[in-house]
């Protein structure tokens, strides 16, 4: 027994050249598996960030859809967050504001069209009114499906094993999230193929059937969460663990006794994403 600075320990016996060999071996096994599990995103670009940004729709499409407002006051401090967020990371942003669906459509086919072999990854955000199964452009209804189907991989080859992310601010029905109480206080494969749905992720601002909230002076719960956790941790943890944090914002420090919102995430990422 020995003692320094007033602590008694054991003295250590130095490992053998066996043990060495096993750390050694652990370690390449660790840094291998690191690579496989973990999307390549150290390319000459970053990748692009479109924004779809409808502050505004028509009176005859609020009409046909019975909407109860067609204004979205407060989105452009989204567009602003992620915006600096975005080009922070990176990524060559792109904006369109109150687009028809006619401009959606070109937009989206040309960035797909686009050569995206020097770059890593595709962002698309959308920031509108919505309903099940898709939102609004400023004169017509959208399915998100068609915005998917241009980035998979049978449409736009350059990114087939390259993530690409989608981030929706919508109502995805009319349904309101009341809350509830806790009960408790802690509440590349074998056949050299992948798959064409592979490497997608969608963060939705709500759970299917429920309305998303905005507000009006600092923009929506969502987005500015998504915004802040990237902010924080973007360059420290894993995207999931950031979104899952993003999940956690919104459903415990947005909100009121009446009024509550869970962002929703389908992932069919295939590895870790680290921004």
């Keep these: 027994m020995a003692e320094e600075n007033g602590q008694s320990f054991q003295n250590v016996t130095e490992p053998s050249d066996s043990n060495r060999k096993n750390d050694s071996i652990t370690r390449d096994e660790d840094l291998e598996d690191i ?71 070109e937009v989206m086919e040309k960035v797909a069209k686009e050569d995206h072999s020097q770059r890593g990854c595709f962002v698309c955000v959308v920031l509108s009114h919505g309903k099940e199964g898709g939102f609004y452009c400023t004169d017509d209804f959208m399915e998100e499906e068609y915005l998917f189907n241009l980035f998979k991989g049978e449409s736009c080859k350059q990114l087939v094993g390259k993530p690409k992310l989608f981030f929706i601010q919508a109502c995805r029905g009319r349904k309101v999230d009341r809350g509830v109480t806790p009960y408790a206080s802690e509440a590349i494969t074998s056949t050299g193929k992948i798959p064409i749905e592979a490497d997608f992720l969608c963060h939705y601002s709500t759970s299917q059937g429920y309305v998303a909230f905005r507000d009006t002076s600092y923009g929506s719960w969502f987005i500015q969460s998504l915004c802040d956790m990237l902010t924080k941790y973007g360059k420290k943890y894993e995207l999931m663990q950031i979104l899952t944090r993003v999940n956690h914002k919104v459903a415990f420090e947005y909100g009121t006794c009446v009024k509550k919102e869970m962002p929703c995430i389908v992932s069919k990422l295939t590895k870790d994403i680290y921004l």
Excluded: H, W
């Design 35 to 105: 690579k496989k599990y973990k999307y390549k995103m150290d390319y000459p670009e970053k990748g692009v960030c479109v924004i779809i940004n409808i502050e505004k729709l028509t009176p005859e499409l609020i009409s046909k859809e019975k909407l109860p407002t067609g204004d979205r006051p407060g989105t452009n401090k989204d567009v602003e967050a992620l915006s600096e967020v975005f080009k922070s990371f990176g990524f060559q942003v792109r904006i369109e504001n109150n687009a028809t669906a006619e401009k959606i459509i």
